[in-house]
């Protein structure tokens, strides 16, 4: 698809919602899905300022972008400081180019630590990703790994551990036995060891995989956590959207050619708006809140969803995981500790109704 037909429909199906939705407060634009740092940097710029025109922009609006480091995509870096971009998330994954051709990463650990440099020049604040239980990781390769990325920024990070997920061509490799995973035990002293080192360079883990200094938390992603509104466009584009007293689940057509199709005809191409009942917000918000290490306030769970714990839980596993320590409940707040956090996704999904 033409890159000026892309952008053209974005700010159609922007203006759409913001007539249907009126003059909200905006806190943060972010600009990811795909490769949204191979827009033109003044379609980022329009968007924005339509955004800003829209909506009403809170004081310090975080607008993240998200980029590859390949060589073509941190040569705009400077363009999109310029269009207005304060925030960016650069995709390195790996500092080892053997594990880079693994993850399928087209640039080189030469080009992420490059991009890295250029982007502290640029932005005051930056974030980027690596991925550790990698095949034939050991401990010490990870700790090396993240002191040297850490030492070129130390502001905000995602730390992700390999997973295999169905369908993909990782498990194809895995299950004839291509390459192997460290064990329960080995994953487990990574992820401590994860929290050492950041903590070391000032880092606090807020969240499961994300680690931050005080004040440089993705404001974006912690509207996701604490589950609140947020306006998802583009192809495939999720959003949940407050109306009334319904909150609902919204979604895009996933397709590009047929979503820019769909905008061009009814200036939208949303293709569901599900109204979502009380369990179902109650599941979202425990999902998302118990991964945050602030964890759930639950009288303002209790008005979002209309349950109270209890309704949304499964008691007997509620009382065994504050019992074990995995959770600590008081008056008002509900959160997993650090234990809890290794373990959460078997947790959750024992835990929730």
């Known amino acids: 698809m033409p890159e000026a037909r892309f952008a053209q429909a974005l700010r159609t199906e922007l203006a759409h919602d913001a007539a249907r939705l009126g003059r909200r407060k905006l806190g943060s634009i972010f600009f990811g899905g ?21 909506f009403e922009p809170l ?73 550790y239980a990698r095949p034939s990781q050991s401990l010490a390769d990870w700790k090396a790994e993240l002191d040297t990325a850490l030492q070129l920024v130390a502001d905000h990070v995602s730390l992700y551990q390999l997973t295999i997920e169905p369908g ?43 680690y931050a200094k005080p004040g440089s938390e993705s404001r974006h992603n912690l509207t996701y956590w604490r589950y609140g509104d947020y306006l998802g466009l583009g192809p495939g584009a999720h959003g949940r959207v407050t109306q009334g007293t319904d909150l609902f689940a ?23 708006q599900e109204a979502l009942v009380p369990l179902e917000r109650a599941r979202e918000m425990l999902l998302m809140g118990l991964r945050v290490s602030e964890g759930l306030t639950l009288p303002r769970f209790e008005a979002r969803t209309g349950l109270t714990l209890e309704q949304a839980t499964d008691p007997t596993i509620l009382a065994a995981a504050i019992e074990e320590e995995y959770l600590q409940r008081s008056a008002t707040t509900l959160r997993a500790t650090p234990e809890g956090r290794l373990r959460l996704e078997a947790l959750l999904h024992a835990l929730v109704l």
Do not use: C
């Open 34 to 54: 795909g490769t949204p740092s191979l827009m033109a940097p003044e379609s980022v710029a329009a968007l924005i300022e339509d955004a800003t025109s829209l």
């Open 59 to 131: 004081p310090n609006m975080e607008i993240t972008l998200e980029a590859n480091p390949t060589s073509v995509e941190a040569s705009r870096l400077n363009a999109f400081r310029q269009a207005g971009v304060n925030r960016v998330s650069l995709g390195i994954q790996a500092l080892d180019d053997a594990s880079l051709q693994f993850l399928g990463r087209q640039h080189s650990a030469r080009q992420a630590l490059a991009a890295l440099e250029t982007a502290r020049t640029l932005f005051p604040r930056i974030t980027f990703d690596l991925i």
């Open 168 to 210: 993909t061509k990782f498990e194809a490799l895995y299950r004839t036995g291509a390459f192997t995973l460290p064990d329960e035990d080995q994953a487990a002293a990574l992820y401590e060891e994860t929290a050492t080192v950041t903590g070391r360079h000032g880092l606090a883990g807020y969240e499961v995989s994300n």
């Open 250 to 272: 919204t979604r895009r057509h996933r397709a590009p050619e047929p979503w820019a199709d769909l905008v061009e005809r009814t200036g939208t191409g949303q293709t569901s």
